[in-house]
């Protein structure tokens, strides 16, 4: 059985975050042949394209850590009705100095949890847009805009609910076939120019 290695970003930068747990979850529930990593964010300086001559050791070791991956699992709460900063911080660094964009070909998941009925839905859109720029293959579906009640999700515990457990396995059961169908794909493959 082939494993593949999926790196994660947790968008918050907060220990106790609910995404945070989200992700323990998703980390719990994966398939055998899903290895599932976190790329930490929270060490990183802030983007400034004068830093591109000399990139930092720390962002260097980022950008490294995003190549080394089949494929990455976005999880991520929504602040004010965007994309967390550290998060967005994060993802300009991956993609520079221009020309070396870390992320280029790469089949990426994007979920994410909150306490409202949105659930993380208007930042996930805003990250379908840049990691679509970004030469990415998006899973369009399923979607994982979860709101954790106290039903589904135990904060103290990490405890997930049976529906709740049901869902991410499902998702993360789509996701291994996407992985399957996209990571080893040669680059021109989605060439529409190429031979």
Do not use: C
């Not at 379908?128 to 998006?138: Q, S």
């Not at 991410?168 to 080893?184: D, I, M, N, P, Q």
């Amino acid at each position: 059985m082939t494993t593949y290695k999926i790196g994660y970003f947790v968008g918050s930068l907060a220990e106790s975050s609910i995404n945070r747990k989200l992700a323990d979850a998703f980390v719990a529930l994966a398939p055998e042949s899903l290895e599932l990593v976190e790329i930490p964010i929270k060490d990183l300086p802030l983007y400034s394209h004068d830093m591109d001559g000399d990139y930092p050791q720390v962002a260097r070791d980022f950008k490294a850590a995003i190549e080394s991956v089949d494929a990455l699992l976005v999880i991520t709460p929504e602040y004010n009705r965007g994309v967390p900063g550290g998060l967005k911080n994060a993802i300009d660094i991956a993609s520079r100095p221009w020309g070396t964009n870390s992320f280029a070909g790469k089949p990426v998941a994007i979920a994410g949890a909150s306490i409202g009925a949105v659930g993380t839905a208007v930042a996930q859109q805003q990250l379908r847009g840049i990691f679509g720029f970004l030469d990415t293959v998006i899973m369009g579906q399923p979607e994982a805009y979860i709101q954790l009640t106290a039903e589904s999700f135990d904060a103290a515990t990490g405890e997930t609910s049976e529906s709740l457990a049901g869902f991410l396995r499902g998702y993360l059961a789509t996701f291994e076939s996407f992985v399957v169908r996209h990571a080893e794909k040669p680059r021109d493959a989605y060439d529409e120019t190429a031979a």
